[in-house]
T-cell receptor, first 111, second 115 residues
Framework: GIQVEQSPPDLILQEGANSTLRCNFS?????LQWFHQNPWGQLINLFY???GTKQNGRLSATTVATERYSLLYISSSQTTDSGVYFC?????????????FGTGTRLQVTL | NAGVMQNPRHLVRRRGQEARLRCSPM?????VYWYRQLPEEGLKFMVY????????ESGMPKERFSAEFPKEGPSILRIQQVVRGDSAAYFC??????????????FGPGTRLTV
């Protein structure tokens, strides 16, 4: 099956710093989503981005489908950004619908 | 604008009992997915359903687990004779039935099962 790798696995930032999270995938995809799982376990949709670039406030994401990777940028990080960030993909077969999740990047933002 | 609803949010069962987890998709969504997250791990796909049909159950354990999405009412994930290893967070997601696959999925708050 498709492999989804995220890096780095762990990241500690001081409040105000910027960061880049990476997601590599091993096959052609027609869905790529980024999620934030907060410390209470809730899974929050950040981006639906099978290709191209999107921005939402301090967050932005870019997917280069032809090179099979996606990047999530967090600028001016805040303590509320702490949690685990997951990338998830659906392979491009026209009918497949299950998301395959990466192992996540655990982010801790300190004061 | 209600999102995906799951209940209960927390469920405690003794070994051997049954667990029933419910999921109501977002308004207008006809596709439902169930995922399981074991402690300190990522989410793993279990089953994909449309109304009255199981489309893909390749991630579902062969025994004790079943899922349904009836014509009326919520989708149900049922775990019979629970064991300690079933303790996990169970997330439901929904998507619209747009052609071509790959639709964006929206997740509920999850049900945390403790056995």
């Amino acid at each position: 099956g498709i492999q989804v790798e995220q890096s780095p696995p762990d990241l500690i930032l001081q409040e105000g710093a910027n960061s880049t999270l990476r997601c590599n995938f091993s096959d052609s995809v027609n869905n790529l989503q980024w999620f934030h799982q907060n410390p209470w376990g809730q899974l929050i949709n950040l981006f639906y981005i099978p290709s191209g670039t999107k921005q939402n406030g301090r967050l932005s994401a870019t997917t280069v489908a032809t090179e099979r990777y996606s990047l999530l940028y967090i600028s001016s990080s805040q303590t509320t950004d702490s949690g685990v960030y997951f990338c998830a993909v659906i392979i491009n077969t026209g009918t497949a619908s299950k998301l395959t999740f990466g192992t996540g990047t655990r982010l801790q933002v300190t004061l | 604008n209600a999102g995906v609803m799951q209940n209960p949010r927390h469920l405690v069962r003794r070994r051997g009992q049954e667990a029933r987890l419910r999921c109501s998709p977002m308004k207008g969504h006809s596709h439902v997915y169930w995922y399981r997250q074991l402690p300190e791990e990522g989410l793993k796909f279990m089953v994909y359903l449309q109304k009255e049909n199981i489309i893909d159950e390749s991630g579902m354990p062969k025994e004790r687990f079943s899922a349904e999405f009836p014509k009326e009412g919520p989708s149900i994930l049922r775990i019979q004779q629970v064991v300690r290893g079933d303790s996990a967070a169970y997330f439901c997601a929904s998507s619209p039935g747009l052609a071509g696959g790959g639709n964006e999925q929206f997740f509920g708050p999850g049900t945390r099962l403790t056995v």
